[in-house]
């Protein structure tokens, strides 16, 4: 099985490594998660939808059989809770990460008579990012750098300059390079995705976040990136509009 369920699960070993979580420790969660996405494929479970009782009923059958640490269900259970927090956390930006944009796009269309973009919509912001599937690095490439714009007050030349070196061990602040060198915090959703970022795409210290054209200046570039989050027949989403939609 290698869809989402699997690859959720693969990110979340990855996620517990980062974290530092001991190789014995490691060892055990590895088996648990490999016995879950097999219960879960062979009951055609999707992830995101599993209900206590069909974790209970696992964590039961798993910890009887299980040949490897023999972990107790209540472990079983705690393991599979911070799954479900992580899988919360990385996909929070699919539930409507827009919905305090209503108040600034209604005054920004009140000062400009009407004139922005009218299509340019929360709902249409929703539905931009929920084609974005986090398991997909260009995509999630596109969703961090539209919750980096929304969510901080980063510049073009910040976000086209950010490098891993630039979060700190945490990935809960960002060092901005710019003209006034400063430090920038960010909300635990965005922490989450960078560092699912990062490892998908085995990206060194030294390396862009993002993989932007470095002949054209750092607005063309952002906007370009923000451009394949929108499909053809959509109106453009530029960095300046995400900033409006404050």
């Keep these: ?34 016995g879950y996405d097999d219960y879960i494929s062979d009951n055609n479970f999707m992830l995101e939808h599993m209900s206590y009782d069909d974790i209970l009923r696992f964590a039961d059958e798993y910890a009887g059989r299980a040949e490897n ?33 209503d108040a600034g796009y209604a005054t920004a269309c009140k000062e400009t008579g009407g004139k922005r973009d009218k299509k340019l919509t929360r ?23 539209i919750l980096l714009i929304s969510g901080t007050n980063l510049t073009d030349p910040e976000i ?32 989450n995705l960078l560092k699912a970022y990062v490892m998908r795409r085995s990206l060194k210290p030294d ?12 607005a063309e570039s952002v906007d370009e990136l923000l451009r394949r989050a929108a499909g053809d027949d959509d109106p453009p989403l530029t960095a300046d509009i995400i900033r409006r939609l404050k």
């Design 1 to 34: 099985m290698k869809n989402f369920n699997h690859l959720i699960i693969r990110d979340f070993i990855n996620y517990l490594e980062f974290k530092g979580v001991g190789p014995d420790e490691l060892r055990t969660a590895y088996f648990i998660l490999r």
């Design 69 to 101: 640490a023999k972990p107790s269900a209540s472990n079983i259970l705690k393991l599979l809770r911070e799954l479900n927090s992580y899988i919360s956390e990385l996909t929070y930006f699919y539930k409507d990460p827009f919905s305090a944009a």
């Design 160 to 191: 086209a300059d950010l490098r891993v070196s630039d979060l700190n061990g945490h990935y809960s602040e960002i060092y901005a390079r710019g003209e006034n060198e400063r430090t920038v915090v960010i909300s635990e959703t965005l922490s």
């Design 207 to 218: 390396d862009r976040i993002f993989s932007l054209d470095p002949s054209k200046s750092p």
């Design 123 to 145: 709902a249409y912001l929703s539905l931009i990012v929920s084609r974005l599937d986090p398991t997909d690095a260009e995509k999630l490439e596109c969703a961090i750098a």
